[in-house]
């Protein structure tokens, strides 16, 4: 197993550019998380998918949208690139969120990619 | 929101030395999660730990819930175990997301 696949690993845009980045999970896990992750902080949440079909709001979603494109895959998308969103971003699967009883909110994390606005 | 303090911020070891790192939490949890995050940026899943004590090889955590704290132990500690720790927390407040501490930044050296 694969477990979560992010790409691209590196991207340099240029402000007011858009891009999609991709993630994928081969854990046949419900649940899916974007974060992004500052210089010297933790993570915090952009957007989240608790099942297939259903997306919501993390701490800090503006600028982003999202896809649930099927079980596997959930995409984040910058419509116009700004410095701000200048930092590494990390997807992550749980097997089902809200399942906590039986473990199922343990979060597993990609690679990230590493995302530099100019 | 649920506030999550993790201490001492840095951390420098000798290799060999043991060591213990500290997250505390405002609210009730019902998920926490301590990570290592190696020098390459990748989040390795170290425990799943609610409550109670749990042991991989070197390291091993505690949750106290009652108390809103969790430590991680490290033995033994060596120049791979450098990078940052974070713990992380999911309470019914927080609407089941998790939330990140600061991290601990950790050293080993040779």
């Known amino acids: 197993n694969a477990g979560v696949t992010q790409t691209p690993k590196f991207q340099v845009l240029k402000t007011g550019q858009s891009m999609t980045l991709q993630c994928a999970q081969d854990?046949?896990?419900?649940?899916m998380y974007w974060y992004r992750q500052d210089p010297g902080m933790g993570l915090r949440l952009i957007y989240y998918s608790a099942s297939e079909g259903t997306t919501d709001k993390g701490e800090v979603p503006n600028g982003y949208n999202v896809s649930r494109l099927n079980k596997r895959e959930f995409s984040l998308r910058l419509e116009s690139a700004a410095p701000s969103q200048t930092s590494v971003y990390f997807c992550a699967s749980s097997v089902g969120w809200g399942l906590a009883a039986i473990g199922g909110n343990e979060q597993f994390f990609g690679p990230g990619t590493r995302l530099t606005v100019l | 929101g649920i506030q999550v303090e993790q201490s001492p911020p840095d951390l420098i070891l000798q290799e060999g030395a043991n060591s213990t790192l500290r997250c505390n939490f405002s609210?009730?949890?019902?998920?926490l999660q301590w990570f290592h995050q190696n020098p390459w940026g990748q989040l390795i899943n170290l425990f799943y730990?609610?409550?109670g004590t749990k042991q991989n090889g070197r390291l091993s955590a505690t949750t106290v819930a009652t108390e809103r704290y969790s430590l991680l132990y490290i033995s033994s500690s060596q120049t791979t175990d450098s990078g940052v720790y974070f713990c992380?927390?999911?309470?019914?407040?927080?609407?089941?997301?998790?939330?990140f501490g600061g991290g601990t930044r950790v050293l080993v050296k040779p």
């Open positions: 992380a927390v999911e309470s019914w407040a927080a609407g089941n997301k998790l939330t």
């Open positions: 609210d009730s949890v019902n998920n």
């Open positions: 730990i609610p409550s």
């Open positions: 854990m046949n896990h419900n649940s």
